[in-house]
């Protein structure tokens, strides 16, 4: 933190020989945006209080992509070479038929080249971890802590969890996720939006030499309304998904997970049946896949939102956890340009709506393209991917994927 020369002024204390901002943030939820806004917070002379309402921390077992626009925030955040370390590198990301035939090849090392990185894949466990050990020992982050309501006067936030205790601070974030407790208590329940297919998500461990060396270690299928990807996340692990057109609420029993799995994808090209025979039906996570409808304003005078909590989108372009990120490092840029919260807030509110926005609505409208059921529309769709030139599908893609924040 810069400091000027003479007296200090009253925004400072001295903690630990440390000079620190007089200024107290609490974040509720402990998930990717919340501890990004976390790191970013602390770094800047914040006093920060996580609360997460989770028994223990551990991250969902199922891999993440991050690409580019995520890692640029990653960077600052200090932490890109520990995911560089510990995720895999996106080398090749093929899009095949449900039968193997290509229908394209997206031009990773052209992206990487153009931004200076490649997308990296981790398991959410390891980037949970990472973000975690970046606290410091100052920040503290309570567990099995469930805000229930907060309360706002002139120069304060008060929030109040389920364990009977209350915490104040200056500013409240809500990083609560996709059910967030401070968005419903901030403009009333809203309904989910199912987006018309449910996801079956695991991770299992696979010899590289199952794998088709031309496909780089990974690759998407597409089928009349069923997709399925996997895709390395490092240490002989691989992640995969299959993406399902189904009406919402049916719920699939863990046990019976991987031979749903396996009777859905029956007869789609080697390796998937490998893949899922060698996850335990205990690993795979089932998740019906929602979005919201974008929000106008995000914040009341020294209350906002942030990431799922804010702006939840479907997982077709992997932007939730990097729009997430790109969050955390604005709106600390904004609680630190003025002393003013409510200004800072409504600062943040405006630099990231629209963005976030675009985000959700180009997300729904990739989700109609992958999860075609009619065959003649497939037919064109593959028709008309097979022939995108590649410098085409970068300049479309640039916006999302190429976005640095300053
Ligand atoms: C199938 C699928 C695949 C995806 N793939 C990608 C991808 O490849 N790349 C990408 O960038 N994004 C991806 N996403 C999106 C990404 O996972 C989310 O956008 C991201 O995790 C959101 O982070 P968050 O911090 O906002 O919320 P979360 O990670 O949901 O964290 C919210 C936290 O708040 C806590 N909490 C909730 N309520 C309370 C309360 N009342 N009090 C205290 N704590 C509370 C929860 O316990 C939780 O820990 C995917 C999503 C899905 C569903």
Known sequence: MQ??????????????????????AIIIGAGIGGLCTAIELQRTGWKVSIWDK????????????????????????????DIRNHGSKVDKAVILSWDGKEIMCLPTDIQAQKYGTHSYLIH????????????????????QKELLQFSESEHKVTAFSKDGSTEEADVLIGADGLHSKVREI???PQPLRYSGYTALRGICTLKDNVLMDEHGGGFEAWGKGKRFGFTKIGKGKYFWFTAINTPENKEIPKLERKTKALHLLNGWCDPINAIIQATHSDDILHHDIFDRTPLTYWSSNRVTLLGDAAHPMLPNLGQGG?????????????LNSTTDITKALKEYEEKRI???????????????????ENPLILQARNTMLRRLPTKLFIDRMHWVVGYKIK
């Not at 400091?3 to 107290?24: D, P, T, W």
């Not at 990097?322 to 904004?334: N, P, R, W």
């Open 3 to 24: 400091q000027g020369k003479g007296k200090r002024s009253s925004k400072y204390s001295v903690e630990n020989g440390v000079f620190q901002l007089n200024k107290k």
């Open 186 to 188: 901030l403009f009333g």
């Open 354 to 372: 629209p963005r976030t926005t675009k985000v959700v609505k180009q997300s729904r409208r990739m989700g109609r393209l992958v999860q075609i």
């Open 54 to 81: 989770a028994n223990s921390l551990t991250g969902l077992g199922a891999g993440i992509v991050l690409a580019p626009n995520a890692m640029f925030v990653l960077e600052k955040l200090g932490v890109a070479n």
């Open 322 to 334: 990097a729009q997430a990120m790109e969050d955390a490092f604005v709106l600390t840029q904004s």
């Open 124 to 143: 959410r466990g390891a980037l949970q971890t990472i973000l975690r050990n970046k606290l410091k020992k100052e920040t503290s982050l309570h567990i």
